[in-house]
């Protein structure tokens, strides 16, 4: 087993491991994310509070992990949607050429164009910042899945190009075969592995740029506890200085982040 | 010659195009917001109807989207971007006073980001260069992993500059792009072949490997500054450096709506001049 191999096999390992926890944080804490112990308010690790408490007493190790199950499984729904935009109208540019082929990238240029933090923040202003905190969740990583396709289509389109020009297309069409079938038989299994390449390093991207932005204020509302939101607390030197393991969030978002990264398949393997 | 200049006329076409698209999604957010036009002067029970649809009338309430944006474009054509719903003072005013401290932390953090990559991803090639790619892969490894509002927070605990947050942002994308690139250069068969026949690093690197790494390495530098711009708002809005990112950050925070579609639109101006520029530099290149 290479270096490489062994590398992958741990960031996998790492990201079962966090993805699994967040899943099931209901059975690893007996409290709620939002419980407050106010005799308690930044506690240190403890029996009953393995994280400490924040400043409103709430036990940080309960959310940390509930609020790990928020960013892992909006981050990959949000990449999902981005990656189905990216798929559908990349591919759809590169096989059929022509206008269609030229609207379409133009609208991933102005996409492109737009600086994606400005953008973000134009349209979470369009809501009032007191949303309810599920409704931000759901309206942050929308936001994130609906506006982060166009690098990814740039690439859907370039492989879906490639393909039009190909040989088995060409026999495929000679052969009479209907564009459906030539769209599902053909180009789809091709352009799997360059899309899952797509969908998996958007996916740090958007935990990234959630937590950015809930540490702006624009992200997850409180009470819910996401990533970003826990990484508020970084603001309060003093207290961090004081009760270091409220960076507890940072490294566990740091080594998912590069988790992820390590555990990208090569180029080869992935087709 | 007439064909560079028909290059620069289609780039500029293209820079009108997404501008002028870009303004019109700014302004159909503005239009439609919820609550858009709403004067809390209309709730005054002292004042007449009359007075209610002159108020209302001032908001432009019953134009519709283009004649809404027809107005606008005409009024930016003359310098006025419209007010600020929430300081109520005039966008271009506001633009004037902070716009030059954004500028000059983004222009100096690409300048830093590209310097300090631009050395190290030469050094990691060079002979003894394994442990400047070792450092310079860790330190952009981690850097990458880092949200930009974490960076912005250890830029304010160290005293750093804005700047000097925004080049942290910007270096690990630059120097893993570029060491990638020089690394696919020197490995090409001409690139081989030059070296056997024993001609000099320096002019190894200017007239073959540079040829090469030219065209990728412009679009880059346009995109870093489109990365910068973005980096900026949570700089400012954390280090509490009054430039537009701040600015924009208080926008949204304010639901101030024309002043953010404006900013977003400044910006967006820049990034495609940007790489407008960085396209054209490269496809002028020899």
């Not at chain 2, 590209?114 to 990691?124: D, I, K, R």
């Not at chain 2, 949570?234 to 639901?255: F, H, K, T, V, Y």
Request: aromatic residues 8%.
């Amino acid at each position: 087993m290479s270096a490489k191999s062994t590398l992958r096999a741990v960031s996998c390992s790492v990201l079962f491991a966090v993805f699994a926890a967040g899943l099931f944080a209901g059975y690893l804490t007996h409290y709620s994310y939002a419980l407050q112990f106010r005799e308690v308010p930044n506690a240190a690790p403890s029996a009953l509070h393995p994280l400490g408490t924040d400043s409103l007493g709430r036990d940080l190790f309960a959310r940390l992990l509930y609020g790990t199950r928020i960013s892992l499984l909006l981050a990959p729904a949000a990449a999902l949607l981005a990656t189905l935009i990216a798929g559908v109208f990349g591919g759809l540019a590169g096989l059929a050429g022509g206008w269609c082929e030229k609207v379409v990238l133009a609208a991933a240029d102005l996409s492109m164009a737009l600086p994606l933090l400005f953008v973000l923040l134009a349209l979470r202003a369009l809501m009032p910042l007191d949303v309810s905190p599920v409704i931000s969740v759901v309206a942050t990583f929308l936001m994130l899945g609906a506006l982060g396709w166009p690098s990814s289509l740039r690439v859907a389109w370039a492989a879906a190009r490639e393909l039009r020009n190909s040989d088995f297309l060409l026999l495929a069409r000679a052969g009479g075969s209907a564009p459906g079938r030539i769209l599902m038989k053909h180009v789809l299994p091709h352009l799997r592995p360059v899309l899952f390449a797509q969908f998996w390093i958007s996916i740090p991207l958007f935990i990234l740029t959630e937590a950015t932005l809930s540490m702006l204020g624009l992200g997850v509302m409180e009470p819910l506890p996401s990533w970003g939101n826990l990484l508020k607390g970084l603001e309060n030197f003093s207290a961090v200085r004081a009760n270091p393991w409220m960076l507890a969030p940072l490294v566990l978002l740091v080594v998912v982040v590069i988790s992820f990264q390590l555990a990208l398949p090569a180029e080869g393997e992935l087709a | 010659m007439s064909a560079g200049i028909s290059r620069i006329g289609r780039r500029l076409l293209l820079m009108v195009f997404l501008s002028l698209a870009g303004g019109l999604l700014g302004a159909t957010l503005v239009r439609y917001a919820p609550g858009y036009g709403m004067d809390e002067r209309e709730l005054d029970p002292r004042l007449s109807e009359t007075t209610r649809e002159a108020i209302r009338s001032g908001h432009q309430l019953h134009s519709g989207l283009l004649s809404y944006y027809g107005a606008w474009l005409a009024r930016a054509a003359h310098g006025d971007l419209g007010r600020s719903e929430w300081l109520d003072r005039p966008i271009a005013g506001l633009l004037v006073e902070r716009f030059p401290l954004t500028l000059r932390s983004v222009l100096l953090g690409v300048l830093t980001a590209w310097a300090a990559g631009v050395v190290l991803a030469l050094a990691s090639l060079g002979a003894r260069g394994w442990w400047v790619d070792l450092a310079g892969t860790l330190t952009s490894g981690f850097l990458i992993a880092l949200p930009v509002a974490v960076v912005a927070l250890a830029a304010m605990y160290l005293r750093a500059p804005v700047f000097v947050a925004i080049a942290a942002v910007i270096f690990p994308k630059v120097f893993r792009y570029l060491r990638n690139l020089l690394v696919h250069a020197y490995e090409q068969p001409y690139v081989l072949a030059a070296r056997a026949r024993g001609i000099g690093h320096a002019r190894l690197l200017l007239r073959h490997v540079l040829r090469l790494v030219g065209p990728p390495v412009a679009a880059l530098l346009g995109v870093s500054i489109s990365m910068a711009f973005g980096a900026a708002i949570p700089m400012e809005a954390l280090c509490d450096s009054p430039g537009i990112g701040q600015l924009a950050w208080l926008a949204a925070l304010n639901r101030d709506l024309p002043l953010i579609m404006n900013l977003t639109l400044v910006v967006t101006l820049l990034t495609v001049g940007a790489n407008s520029a960085a396209e054209l530099l490269h496809s002028e290149a020899p």
